[in-house]
C-alpha cells in the first residue's frame, strides 16, 4: 500500500525585509514560498525512505531544533499544539504591536475581538500543552516552538487582519481535516469545542476587513460538496496545512509530519 | 416519516436502545435526565469498533448511537428551519435593513445547500419538512418575529448558536463514519462563523461567554452549559487570570448539546 510520506521543513533565511503587500500573504494558499526555504520530500512507504528522511533530516538544517510530531493521536495533538502556538505567538505580537496600541477602547470594539482572540489562543495553547503533557512522556510532546514575524508589519491593520485571517481560515481547515484522523471520542469533541471559535474568530476577522459584507462567510474561502452550492468550510489535510505553514517562514523551529495519519 | 413520529423514535432509542453492561445499563436508565451524570460512562461500552474501543467518552450521546440516518435527518430538521426562518425574513418586506441583507442572503444561500445536501444525501430517508411556526407558538410563546427585526436577530442568533451545538454533539457518534463526521464538522463550522457574525451584529461578542443568554427566558437552554471550565479532565478555572479570566476560558471552547437537549429547542417552532 502506498501511504504519501512528506516531511515539511522551515527555517527562515534571514534574507528578506518586511512584506508590505497583501499579494505576498496571499500566497500562503499555493505553497509560494515567502521568505524561508521549504523541502517537501514525498515517498513511498518503506524502510529505505525513512532512512533517507532521517539522513536528511541530520544534515539538512544541523542549527535548528527538530521535532517528529509523532503518530496516531498523539500526533494530531502535537500538530493541534503547533498550530496553535503559532496563533498565540502571533496575537502576542499583536497586542505588542503599534496598530493594536493604537486602537481606542470600546465595547465589542476592535481592541476587544483582538484582545479576546489573544486570550482564546494562549488558553487553547497552554490547555493542549497540559493535555499533552497527562497523556505523553516530555519528549514525546512537541517543544515551544520559535517564531519569526518578521515580515509582518504589525503597525499596520491591514497586515495584521490579513494575516490574522489566513492563521483563523486555516485553523479552522485544520481542525476540519483532522477530525476523521482522531481515534478518540474525547479528542474529537475537544477539537469540536476550537474549531468553531475558530471560525467564530475567523468570522469577526473577515467583518473587520470587509464589514456588512458577505465576506464573514465568504465564497474565497469556502467550498462546494456535492454540487448544493459553495457553503461548507474546507477541510485540510495536516501535510498541506503544514506546508503551507512552512510556506509563511514564521516558523521557525523544524517540524517532521511524516507519521501523523492519513487516514 | 414526519417530526413527531421521528423524534418519537429517537426518544425510545435514548431509552430502550443503550449499549453496554448492565451495571451501565441500569446507571443509564437511573440517570436519563440527568445528563450531567453520564460523564463518567465509559464510551467503549456503547461502541463496537476498533476506533472507540479504547475511548473513554464524556459525552451524554454515549449513552445512546443514533444512526448515521438519525443523524441527518436531526440535522436535516435544524437546517429545514433555518432555512425556511431565513427565507421568510428575507421574502418580508421592510423587515431586514438595506445594509443587513448582504449578511442574511449570504447566511440564506448556506441554509438553502445545506438542505439540499443532507436531503439529497437521505434520499429516501429523508424526513418530511416540518410545518414550523416561528412565533413559537408551540412553545407558548407569541413572539413578533417577522415584523420586529430585534426578535428576527436574536432568533437568528439563537438557531445558529444552537446549530453549532447540535453538530458537534453529534461528532463522537460520526466517529467511525470518516465522511460523514466530515462533511459534519464542514457545516459546523460554517454555521459557527454565521453565529459569531449574527451575534455582533446583535451588539454581543462573536464568542459565548459563561452560559450568558441575551434571549427571551425562554431561550436559556440555547447556552445551557457553556459556563463549562473543565476540558479534558483539567479544570482551567483560574488558570488563565493574566488572559481575561474565567470569561475567556469559557469563550475559548465551544460545548455541545445532546439531540434530546436541540429537539426541546426545535420544538418550540415546530408544529408537526
Given amino acids: 500500500m502506498k501511504k504519501p510520506m512528506i516531511n515539511v521543513q522551515s527555517f527562515h533565511d534571514g534574507r528578506e525585509g518586511k512584506m508590505n503587500s497583501r499579494r505576498q500573504f496571499l500566497k500562503i494558499g499555493g505553497l509560494a514560498v515567502v521568505g524561508s526555504s521549504l523541502f517537501l520530500y514525498s515517498c513511498e512507504e518503506d524502510g529505505i525512505a525513512d532512512e533517507e528522511i532521517n539522513a536528511l533530516d541530520a544534515k539538512g538544517v544541523d542549527n535548528k531544533r527538530v521535532f517528529n510530531l509523532g503518530k496516531g493521536d498523539l500526533g494530531i495533538l502535537n500538530y493541534a499544539y503547533v498550530l496553535e502556538q503559532l496563533e498565540a505567538a502571533f496575537y502576542t505580537e499583536v497586542v505588542n504591536g503599534f496598530y493594536y496600541n493604537s486602537l481606542p477602547e470600546s465595547n465589542r470594539g476592535e481592541k476587544q475581538i483582538l484582545r479576546d482572540i489573544w486570550y482564546h489562543e494562549v488558553i487553547h495553547r497552554d490547555f493542549l500543552k497540559a493535555a499533552l503533557n497527562s497523556i505523553a512522556p516530555p519528549g514525546k510532546v512537541a517543544p515551544e516552538l520559535n517564531f519569526n514575524f518578521s515580515g509582518v508589519d504589525f503597525s499596520s491593520r491591514d497586515n495584521v487582519l490579513t494575516v490574522s485571517q489566513i492563521l483563523e481560515d486555516t485553523g479552522v481547515s485544520a481542525y476540519n481535516g483532522a477530525g476523521k484522523l482522531l481515534e478518540s471520542a474525547d479528542y474529537l469533541l475537544l477539537a469540536g469545542k476550537i474549531v468553531s471559535v475558530e471560525a467564530r474568530h475567523a468570522s469577526a476577522i473577515r467583518d473587520l476587513i470587509r464589514p456588512g459584507t458577505t465576506y464573514f462567510a465568504g465564497d474565497d474561502v469556502l467550498v462546494d460538496l456535492g454540487g448544493s452550492g459553495i457553503a461548507y468550510d474546507k477541510a485540510v489535510a495536516p501535510r498541506d496545512v503544514l506546508a503551507a505553514v512552512a510556506s509563511t517562514g514564521f516558523l521557525e523551529t523544524k517540524i517532521i509530519a511524516n507519521n501523523l495519519p492519513t487516514a | ?272
Fill in chain 2, 1 to 272: 416519516m414526519n417530526i413527531i413520529k421521528f423524534l418519537d423514535d429517537l426518544s425510545d432509542k435514548q431509552l430502550f436502545e443503550t449499549k453496554g453492561s448492565r451495571r451501565d445499563s441500569f446507571n443509564q436508565m437511573k440517570n436519563v435526565g440527568k445528563n450531567m451524570a453520564l460523564a463518567s460512562i465509559p464510551f467503549a461500552l456503547a461502541a463496537t469498533s476498533k476506533k472507540t474501543s479504547a475511548a473513554t467518552m464524556s459525552m451524554s450521546s454515549a449513552m445512546f448511537q443514533a444512526s448515521p440516518t438519525d443523524i441527518l435527518n436531526f440535522a436535516l430538521t435544524l437546517e429545514y428551519l433555518e432555512r425556511d426562518f431565513y427565507q421568510m425574513g428575507m421574502d418580508t418586506s421592510g423587515l431586514i435593513p438595506a445594509a443587513d441583507r448582504d449578511v442574511f442572503g449570504q447566511i440564506l444561500k448556506h441554509e438553502v445547500s445545506h438542505v439540499d445536501f443532507l436531503a439529497t444525501a437521505l434520499g429516501d430517508a429523508a424526513i418530511e419538512k416540518p410545518e414550523f411556526d416561528f412565533s413559537g407558538g408551540p412553545g407558548g410563546l407569541s413572539l413578533d418575529t417577522f415584523g420586529n427585526y430585534q426578535i428576527f436577530l436574536a432568533l437568528s442568533q439563537g438557531f445558529e448558536d444552537t446549530g453549532v451545538r447540535a453538530y458537534k454533539g453529534q461528532a463522537g457518534a460520526l466517529i467511525d463514519n470518516d465522511v460523514l463526521l466530515e462533511y459534519a464538522l464542514q457545516i459546523h463550522s460554517v454555521e459557527a462563523r454565521h453565529a459569531s457574525q449574527v451575534r455582533r451584529m446583535r451588539g454581543e461578542k462573536g464568542w459565548i461567554t459563561f452560559n450568558d443568554n441575551t434571549l427571551p427566558d425562554a431561550f436559556s437552554g440555547i447556552y445551557a452549559g457553556e459556563q463549562n471550565t473543565v476540558q479534558g479532565g483539567v479544570n482551567l478555572s483560574g488558570m488563565f487570570e493574566d488572559f481575561g479570566g474565567d470569561a475567556a476560558v469559557t469563550e475559548a471552547f465551544d460545548e455541545p448539546l445532546t439531540m434530546e437537549e436541540v429537539n426541546a429547542i426545535a420544538s418550540v417552532f415546530i408544529v408537526s
